[in-house]
């Protein structure tokens, strides 16, 4: 066989036929972890000697299946978006981040005081972009700490992130409950400029409910962020980095710098959520607002699977477990859906390597 | 501020602290990571109120603490050593499965949504200062006991070998996946018994009353560099900051918030090698074959 | 007289997906003997070893140990047994001591509870002296030397009651005198009464110390012989062996170009390189690679050729020397800085390093070159596109889609990919680490085009290979490395298997060129 056979024999393709395998392992998961839900769900139920099928029927209509309750589920889902982007950015590269509801205090607490500088009447877009430059600023410092610690001296994210949490919520605590809250209170005074238009302002059907215009910033977010993984240079020495460090370094991309600027970028896309309290409801910075939203934004990363849309879809898988709880109240207590959260991510977390293993074993594919 | 009310309060404190971490410290030489003791603390916690309210006895609260809190580490241990899920995204995970577990139940059992009805504990004596409850003295004791299980058991050794090189405990024979269980379950029944001690001594559960104090005892944990007795010195230095902050209360010379950041605050220092390197077991939260 | 065997291994399959580690392999270990066990990486021994000692199962054949069937056991079966394998990569826990590690899985017990510590010093002392293996119970692994760490090895599967011991690549580690130091102690062990199989690829040990010799290649077992009966060349022949059928005894013809050009190729002044235990894995090297010349490098794998190419790219730090790259001093700068001074890489850890798995073919075809495919940070990617038709095409990269994950591919078509990206851009120096490796026939001698045509095209090539035959057939000037060393450079007219064999295996010492 000699060599001027060879050329010319392939014909190129661009077919991107694997996405059905990836499909599989990407979907799996999260699909049973939807299925143990149900079950989970049947039997905390039933315990409180209710129907599974009333109850889940209650549930959709008090969050899909009506304007108020599907604006709530909008508004959770979209701070729940912002930190699920977070995570899900640093787990591209390999790095994990605990520290959202730090870095999404962090956030709220710089738009809010941004609000509070900026003279009323600054234009809409000029006083949101301050705010949000100032909120992913905030958060951003935050998350430049254990990247820096990582880099340096091999300190391990997981641990500095949490850590770094108590830390910086306490700091903002005694800040706001020192020297900038509303007597009898722990938020700030409202602020003048940068407030977001609420959903109900556009369409009435949605009075009372919190969903405002951040929801679409998280969207143009989670574009940009897919937008960089996907399509730029910066994108693609990440997620190398991510994958196989070493074969990163091969290629000459410093994993150092990569880690340094993921982690960065991670809190600064948890701050900038804080638009979302802050700007878009409450209209000032309160002590507490971003609990739960760091750990919750894990399971988001999770059960999107680490991508920018998927994320959005868990958001708001995740956000209508929430609201539903409070819809059911009246059946069966609210409390049920705490439960069902923590079972959906060890579920997910469980199903991962496991079909993983047997998608893999069962295609034959060799490692050597 | 007398000295003795002071390390009195002091040491009711730790006592938590001193449960979960030598608890910690033994899955986390075994090669688990221990993001968990906040959870197992908190089952242990309202388990007790539970047992106690139903049957009048804390003993049997204490029974069933240690059962809460095995149960929860069991599916920790399943999850991440038969199944090799991620330590990390499962710790968090169990620790929101107990706030809503204890919380579903809280409403199941005692129709309320902050907290259990009152339970009896141990001790009461006002004199004795809380040193006459058979629970303080289990938590002093602990530390040294785990010392001694560590370091001059074979259990301990193996513990020991496992978490810092698994293949070589499996290539003489060891069941590197049995041991892990065993340091996982002794950690889940441990920390419960800090979350026993909590909830009886305040004789009743209350929503997420642990507060955080799995966290300090992680802390704890690493500051210690991973040996018991460092841990349990640990403990007792960060529960002595916080009484500091608490009879100090009114005096605004230091502000309670940066009393409450300095275990977080030293452990980063601890990580960042500053004072001595903190190196962790070889072979902690690596998943492996 | 026929005695039973104490090992013997017949039919042995064993595959791991679709490499196949050993295919119908067998062994046969008379008691009382030192018994070699020699073949390149990858032949299959340590494979073959594994299931003796009960860490897998075999696929197909079977296991006998002193004439009882033990096919398919487990590790604890083995022990038991008197099985004791002493891992290359030493099993031993660094933080632990001595006492602790011998005792582990098998802890002496005061009151059921209580470790004995001082029985398990007592133990091992008694081992010790015993053995002629001393060593201070209490010591921290993590402070012995090499040589010390072995012997704790040695007397951990001692200390189970082992009565056949394999030693996997014992030497890799050990300087002279404390090879000197093992031999002693195998002698003593055989004396004993034990038996001893030792794998390995150092061919003047196995002539030194060995009474038999079994030769693996390719997971095949091919020649059992006594070490009395046969020569250290021939063993090497047997090792190396023939697998590619290239034009075999076709010089390449010298390219005329050599030193005329503006670029100088690459110059390496008193390389050295430490490794891991403090040892030298390159000592000392110089050399250099003229534009237009492929410089070869044989040897048996192990000698430090992995070392050298990893530090010449820019992947492992050295201790002493220089590289120059067409006369510029790259010895401090990264890997990215290194491509812009014109070095292409061709790795031999072709899973870890030269290829990311989960990414597209198109998208590993640009590693290492991203920049040059985007446009103020977004990637172009019709050019990516185009780039990847045009590898696909020349190098007939089956199947032929861009955009599989290349973690789908076979080993042969992965290889593919990484040479199309080293060699499909502007580059002086290239450095090929074991190129054909996995590649079937066809494809090696497309491969084997590329590299003289760009050897035509006045590139300086340095090539390491453990194929001889590709070594011979391409290069205009042959080293061997030995030992961290270049023990010989010839060039390609004066140099032959049976000439470099003796340099391979350390038998002849040259100065090198």
Redesign the interface.
Known sequence: ???SS?????????????WRE?AEEALIPPLVALLVALICGDL?IL??GQSPAAVYRLLLEGTWGNAYGFGQVLYKATTLSFTGLAVSFGLRAGL?N?GGESQLAAGGFAAALMGLVLPAGTPLFFALLICMIAAGAAGGVVGSVPAY?KT??G??E???T???N??VL??L??FI??HLHVPETLHTPEIHAGVLPRLADIDSRFHGSAANLALIVAVLIATAVWFYLF????G??L??VG??P?????????VNRVWMRALTFSGAIAGMGGINYVLGYKHYYEDGFASGAG?LG??VA?VGRNHPFGVIIAAFFFATLSQGGLAIHAFV?K?????????V??AV??A???VRRILRGAR????? | MNPISFLTQMIRIAIPYLFAASGGVVAERAGIVSLTLEGFMLSGAFAAVLGTNYSGSPWVGVLCGILGGLIFSMIHAVATIRYRADQVVVGVAINLLAIGVTRFFLKLFFASSSNSPRVAGFGGNINANGFDNPLLWLGLLVAPVMAFVIYKTPFGLRVRAVGEHPDAAESVGVSVKRVRYAAVALSGMLAALGGVYLALDQHQFTDQMTAGRGFIAISAVIFGRWDPLRAAAACLLFAAAETLQIQLQGNHAIPSQFIEMIPYALTIIALAGVVGRAVPPAALGRVED | MSETPAIRMEGIDKSFGAVRANRGASLEVMPGEIHALVGENGAGKSTLMRMLGGLMKPDAGHVEVFGRDVTGWSTGDAIAAGIGIVHQHFMLVPTLSVAENLVLGCEPKTQGVVLDYARASEDVRKLSSETGLVIAPERLISDLSVGEAQRVEILKVLFRGARILVLDEPTAVLSPPEVRELWAVLRRLRDKGDTIVLITHRLDEVVEISSAITVMRAGQTVARVKTSETTPAEIARLMVGREVSLSAGKRVQPSGRTGSQPNQGLEVRNLSVVGSRGIRVIDDVSFSVKPGEILGIAGVEGNGQTELIEALAGLRSTSAGEILIDGVDITRRSVAQRHEAGLSHIPEDRLRRALILEYTVANNLILGVQKYFSSNGVIDRDRVKENAARAITSFDIRPPNALLAARALSGGNQQKVVVAREMGRGFSVLLASQPTRGVDVGAIEFIHQQLLTARAQGKAILLVSAELNEVLALSDRIAVMYRGKFATVLPSAEASEDVLGEYMIGTKKGSAA
């Open positions: 066989m000699s060599a060879l050329a010319g024999e392939a014909k190129p393709t661009f077919a991107a036929a694997p990836r905390l315990s409180y994990f605990i610690l340096r001296f300190a391990h997981v641990i500095v949490i850590m770094l108590f830390i306490a700091l605590n005694w409950a020192g399509r730029t240079r910066g693609y020495d997620r190398a994958l196989q070493q074969a990163a370094e091969y290629g000459g991309i410093s750990f894990i399971a999770l207590p409390q049920m859906m705490d439960v069902l959260q923590g079972v991510i060890i977390a469980t991962v390597p496991e034959g594919r060799s490692d050597a």
